[in-house]
């Protein structure tokens, strides 16, 4: 697996460098990120935000207003609308990489489904990987 991953946006705006392998992706099927993008969920890497570089250009920041009630900030392009990474106000220091913004990512597999109880019939939710109704457990 790469030890370093690159991403960007749709209209090549953005460009990031993380610093780190990303060891697992987690299909997110909350309501909120299927607004967010448009489709069953998101499908994102969690990385240390320190292990982040931005090469090029700055995102916008959406303030969202989490079912828990806790704020999580979107951060995506604000030229294509590309959605880049999100973060919780309690946890700044962990970012949730939208793994769709790498360029390459064929290595990656998911490794968790969260918030299942909310995803569309449609979704697909793998029965052969660990799944979670609402949130992931804390992790120790």
Known sequence: MAQEHTGGCLCGEIRYRISQPVTELRACHCTHCQRASGAGGSVNAIV???????????????????????KLYRHFCG????????????????????????DESSQMRITAHIWTASARPWSHVDPNVETHPAGPPLRK
């Open 79 to 102: 030229n294509c609308g590309s959605p880049i990474f999100s973060h919780r106000e309690t946890s700044p220091d962990i970012w949730v990489m939208r793994a769709g913004t790498f």
């Open 48 to 70: 240390p935000a320190a292990s982040v570089t931005f090469t090029k250009g700055t995102t916008r920041r959406y303030v969202d207003t989490a079912d828990s009630g806790n």
